[in-house]
Structures are given as C-alpha cells and as structure tokens.
C-alpha cells in the first residue's frame, strides 16, 4: 500500500491562502459599508485584533489538522503492513475484476510479484469459462448487495499449479473513482477439496458397506423369521407328538402293568389240552364263531378252561395280533369296576392321583374278555350295555366321549338266564352278549381228559423244578378218575404241581384233599356243592383263606375271587362252621 506524508511548507501555505481569503473578503465587506470618519478607526483595530485571533485559531486548528492527519496515514501505513504480512491473500478489484491492491499472500498464491499483479484482470487466472462466469457474476452481485458475498472458483499460479480458492467478498464505494472498491479474501481449499473428496469417497464406501450390511440383515431377517416359524411349527409338532407320546406311554404302562399280570398265564394259555368228545365239540365251536365279530358267552364250572378257551377264539380271530384283555369282574371290589373297565381322568374321585386308560380303551381293535360277568353290578351293566350297542363310553370325570372297536367275550360259571329270573342280571345284557353260546364241560364230565391234562402240566413243571417225571402213580390216574373235580382243571393242575414239588422219583404220586376223596358225589345244586365245598376247605386250613396253605391256594383261585365268591354264597365263619 501507498503511504502518504505531509510537510511543514504545504502547512504554512495553507494558512497563508486562507489569510489572504480573509483579507479579500474583509476588504469586500469594508467597500461596501460606508464608514464614520470618528468610527472607522475604533473598529478596524477591533477588527484587525478579531482577524489576528481569527488566524490564531485557524492555524491552531490547521497545525490539529495536521498532526491528526499524520496519525491517520501511520495508522493507516501500520494497517497496510498488517495487511501485506496477513497469512490470509487479500485482493482488491474494481467492478471489473482488475486487482488494485494485493497482499503477499496474495501474490504468493499466484505465484507472481505484488507489482507484476496490479491493474491485471484476475479473469486471466481462472481457469475455465464456467469459472470465470462465476467470478464476474459474484461481482456483479456485489454491486448491487453490499454485504459480503462468497463463491468458489478455480484458478492457475504462475507455476500452472490449478487452485480451488474461496472467494468471500465485500464492496465499499469508491468516491474518487466514482466505482466500487471490491475488498476479496481467497482462501486456498485445496487440502479440504482433498479431505471433501476423501471424506465422499469414504463416504460412499460406507454408505455402501451399510447398503450391503442392511440387505445381508434383511436377509438375515428373513431367515430368521422363517427359522422361527419352522420352529414354532416344529414346536407345535413338537407338543402335538409329545402329546401322542405321553398317551402311549400311558397306554404302554397300563398295558405294561397289565402284561406283568397276565405273563403267568401265558404259558397255560398256549396249550388247550384235551381230546373228549366234550371238548373237541366245544373247540368246533370255538373255530366256527371266532372268524366272526359276534359276541360270545362261555359258560362252564370254576377251573374248566373257560378263559383258556376265550384265549383260544381270540388267537384264531382276525384280532389275534393285539393282545386280548381280561377283566375278572368278582375280582375287583365294586367301585373300581366301573375306573377299570372305562378309565378315570385325574381327580376323578377322592385319591385318583393319575389319569388311567380303562381296558376298554386298552382293547381298542382287539377282543376284551369279561370274567365272571354275573358279578358285575347292575348300574354298570347299562353302561356296559351301551359300550355292546355303540363301542361309546367316558371315562370317569370326563364329559369326553371315547368310541372303540372291541370285541366281547364273557364268560360266568353261574346260570344268567336264572339270574336274570331273579333280577339281579340285565335281560337286555344278557341277550346281548348270549349270541353266540359255548359251554366247557366240567372236568368229570371227560375224564378222557384227566391223564393228558396231568402230562401237559408235568411237561411244564419239569423244565421250572428242573425234575424227571417218567410214569405217574396207578393209584393216583385211579384217585383222579373217581374223584369229582369240583375245581376242576384248575384243581388238577394245583394237585399236579404240588405233587412235583415234594416228588423225589420219577414215578409222580398225586395226593388228592382229603376233604374231596373219591366217594359218592354229593347231592344238591351246584352252587350247594360250591359252597360245601369251599366251607370243607376253610374248615381243613382253619379258615385262612389266602397264602401258601390257605384256601384259596387249595381250590386253586385267587384269594380275592374266593372272598367273592364266599360272599355271593353267604359263607362266613361261625361256630358251626368250627
Ligand atoms: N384244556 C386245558 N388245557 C390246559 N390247561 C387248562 C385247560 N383248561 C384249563 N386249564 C388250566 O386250568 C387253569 C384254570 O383255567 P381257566 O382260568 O381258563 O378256567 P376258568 O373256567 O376261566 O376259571 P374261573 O371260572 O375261575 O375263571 C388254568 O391254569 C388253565 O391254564
């Protein structure tokens, strides 16, 4: 920038001009006013002493003048220095974009002398016409808005060097020049032009690692969402077979139970011995009705093989490969029948823990086998009666209704059709399950049958005591041809096994019950000779009625069914019976 001074010489002509200003116009006034002889010298004097202070003040005020202007141009010498040094490129154009004034940085930033760049257009650097048309519209725009305005555009050093520069700029008027002074600072942006690009760049690359990500999580997402409906369709599937699983557990388990029970008598089941006329008649039956759904009564004496003969329909019917359930009726006290024969949910009465499936349920596509069916209740009869009609019950303490595929057979040593008469049997019952009728004959009615019934039993109890048994005794075939069998096979098994287990040769001696000898046979009904002879042998084992000597070992039942039986027969102990 210029810097201006100011001489004492130019001070004093100053004042002098001014004087001689004053002295004309003093001059002027004084042709003009026609003057008192007497006044004109007073007031001259006056007046010339008013001009001297006058000029006194002026030049005081001239010298203020000066001293003000001098600190004015230092201050103004200081700031152009300011300006000059200033780390930023200061540039001053005309309206046209020609520099009148650049700093250092300035002229460092194209790369040329500050006095090589003065009255250049600074179009000449920009680099393109897009550019330049920037340049020239900021100016422009500057003219008609005073207040700072920006753009950015780029332009070439002397050194060829391309520079992107932010342009931020002010005009102030220029009175002298009657045109604007434009005041531009230009900021070189290369290194955040670098950092911009980088930072785009960087950018980009980000945004499109987030696109990626984004659809690999959608995807994963959607993955995810099909994993958990096949999971929950699994669990459902899950719970549905767990379901499935838990009822045929229950069912193994029942039927499990019921195998340990049964797994005795399979063995016996296997075998149906006997060739009598009474039996071979009996088995032509057998084979003639089990091919068919009907439902079958077998009637005959306690022990005669009427379950054995159930087992034996059973096996030659189209039902034979499930397992055929049995329910002994007067085995079971009469207020589980009904739990066992249809089954109880859990709470169904007082101290039902569990749920258990009912036989009915157990023998669903199989044949159900109802012991001793006289002893089944008459309320239950109706209900068994429905399960004959319809194959549909509930089980206890369940609204639900069960509907199954059994097959009946029922047996009774007791005459129904008499019971019926005294009204303690269902007529409907009874017809129902009357369609088919086979009788076993009592054991003394085929005696033919006697001797190989004893060698099928001996077989059998050789292999369990490990014991040869070559011949049996003359006089135990000759005891058992006479003596009546009031239990029947049954009897003749318990008498076998008993004598096997004290056999100490090969020849086997069968010791008949004392109280049943050979001898006339008693008289009366059946069911008289039944209780005689239950009381004969309460009375020979002092009444007790079950374990190894009791009687229900003797006549060869279970101790429950001799309890029932004693209690159908009106047998109890009292003094006569001592
Ligand atoms: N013909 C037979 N061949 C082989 N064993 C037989 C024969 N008949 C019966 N038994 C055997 O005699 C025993 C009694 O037979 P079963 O239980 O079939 O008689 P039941 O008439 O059903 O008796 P209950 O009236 O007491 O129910 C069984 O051990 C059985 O194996």
């Given at each position: 920038m210029v810097a201006m001074g100011c001489s004492k010489k130019k001070k004093l002509s100053a004042a002098t001009v001014l004087r001689s200003q004053a002295e004309k116009r003093l001059q002027a006034e004084a042709g003009k006013r026609p003057a008192a002889p007497e006044a004109r010298e007073e007031d001259l004097l006056r007046l010339v002493h008013e001009l001297k202070v006058h000029q006194i003040e002026l030049?005081?005020?001239?010298?203020?003048?000066?001293?003000?202007?001098?600190?004015?141009?230092?201050?103004?010498?200081?700031?152009?220095?300011?300006?000059?040094?200033?780390?930023?490129?200061?540039f001053a154009f005309d309206s046209a974009g020609v520099i009148r004034e650049v700093n250092f940085a300035g002229a460092q930033l194209l790369g040329l002398e500050k006095r090589q760049l003065l009255n250049k257009s600074f179009v000449g650097f920009i680099v393109d016409a897009a550019g330049k048309n920037v340049f020239l519209n900021h100016l422009s725009r500057l003219a008609k808005k005073q207040i700072v305005q920006?753009?950015?555009?780029?332009?070439?050093?002397?050194?060829?060097?391309?520079?992107?520069?932010?342009?931020?700029?002010?005009?102030?008027?220029?009175?002298?020049?009657?045109?604007?002074?434009?005041?531009?600072?230009?900021?070189?942006?290369?290194?955040?032009?670098?950092?911009?690009?980088?930072?785009?760049?960087?950018?980009?690359?980000?945004?499109?690692?987030?696109?990626?990500?984004?659809?690999?999580?959608?995807?994963?997402?959607?993955?995810?969402?099909?994993?958990?409906?096949?999971?929950?369709?699994?669990?459902?599937?899950?719970?549905?077979?767990?379901?499935?699983?838990?009822?045929?557990?229950?069912?193994?388990?029942?039927?499990?139970?019921?195998?340990?029970?049964?797994?005795?008598?399979?063995?016996?089941?296997?075998?149906?011995?006997?060739?009598?006329?009474?039996?071979?008649?009996?088995?032509?039956?057998?084979?003639?009705?089990a091919p068919t759904e009907a439902t079958v009564l077998i009637q005959g004496e306690t022990g005669s093989g009427k379950e054995l003969l159930a087992h034996a329909l059973h096996d030659q019917s189209g039902r034979k490969d499930r397992l055929m359930i049995t329910v002994n009726c007067a085995a079971l006290p009469p207020t589980l029948i009904e739990s066992e024969l249809f089954g109880r949910e859990k709470g169904a009465f007082t101290g039902s823990t569990a749920k258990q499936i009912g036989r009915f349920e157990l023998a669903d596509g199989s044949t159900i086998f109802l012991d001793e069916i006289d002893a089944l209740p008459l309320e239950l009869q109706a209900k068994l009666l429905r399960v004959l009609e319809s194959g549909e019950f509930e089980r206890l303490g369940s609204p639900r209704t069960i509907k199954v595929d059994v097959r009946i057979i029922s047996a009774t040593n007791r005459d129904l059709a008499e019971l019926v008469s005294a009204g303690s049997f269902r007529q409907d019952m009874y017809y129902r399950l009357n369609i088919f009728q086979i009788t076993v004959p009592p054991l003394r009615e085929r005696r033919d049958d006697i001797v190989p019934l004893v060698w099928s039993f001996v077989q059998e109890f050789s292999k369990s005591m490990d014991k040869r048994i070559?011949?049996?005794?003359?006089?135990?075939?000759?005891?058992?041809?006479?003596?009546?069998?009031?239990?029947?096979?049954?009897?003749?098994?318990?008498?076998?096994?008993?004598?096997?287990?004290?056999?100490?040769?090969?020849?086997?001696?069968?010791?008949?019950?004392?109280?049943?000898?050979?001898?006339?046979?008693?008289?009366?009904?059946?069911?008289?000779?039944?209780?005689?002879?239950?009381?004969?042998?309460?009375?020979?084992?002092?009444?007790?009625?079950?374990?190894?000597?009791?009687?229900?070992?003797?006549?060869?039942?279970?101790?429950?069914?001799?309890?029932?039986?004693?209690?159908?027969?009106?047998?109890?102990?009292?003094?006569?019976?001592?």
């Open positions: 030049e005081m005020q001239n010298a203020e003048l000066c001293r003000s202007r001098d600190e004015l141009e230092l201050s103004r010498d200081k700031y152009a220095e300011l300006c000059d040094f200033a780390p930023v490129a200061y920006r753009c950015e555009v780029s332009f070439r050093s002397n050194s060829g060097r391309v520079i992107p520069g932010q342009f931020q700029s002010i005009a102030v008027h220029n009175s002298e020049h009657n045109d604007d002074d434009i005041f531009t600072s230009i900021t070189d942006v290369t290194v955040y032009k670098q950092l911009e690009a980088m930072m785009h760049k960087e950018y980009d690359s980000l945004e499109l690692t987030v696109h990626e990500r984004t659809e690999e999580l959608i995807k994963a997402n959607e993955r995810l969402s099909h994993e958990i409906e096949d999971r929950k369709v699994a669990a459902d599937s899950l719970r549905e077979a767990l379901t499935i699983i838990k009822q045929l557990k229950e069912q193994l388990r029942e039927e499990n139970l019921y195998l340990r029970e049964e797994i005795d008598q399979i063995y016996s089941h296997s075998n149906f011995v006997g060739d009598s006329k009474a039996i071979r008649a009996a088995l032509k039956q057998v084979a003639q009705v070559e011949s049996i005794s003359q006089k135990s075939v000759q005891a058992m041809q006479a003596y009546s069998w009031p239990g029947n096979v049954r009897e003749l098994r318990n008498a076998t096994e008993r004598a096997m287990i004290v056999a100490t040769t090969p020849v086997l001696h069968i010791e008949l019950p004392q109280i049943a000898q050979a001898g006339p046979a008693p008289s009366g009904t059946l069911e008289d000779l039944e209780r005689r002879h239950i009381v004969d042998v309460l009375d020979a084992t002092g009444w007790r009625v079950s374990g190894k000597s009791g009687a229900a070992t003797i006549l060869g039942i279970n101790p429950k069914t001799l309890e029932s039986r004693m209690q159908r027969l009106g047998i109890q102990r009292n003094k006569n019976n001592f």
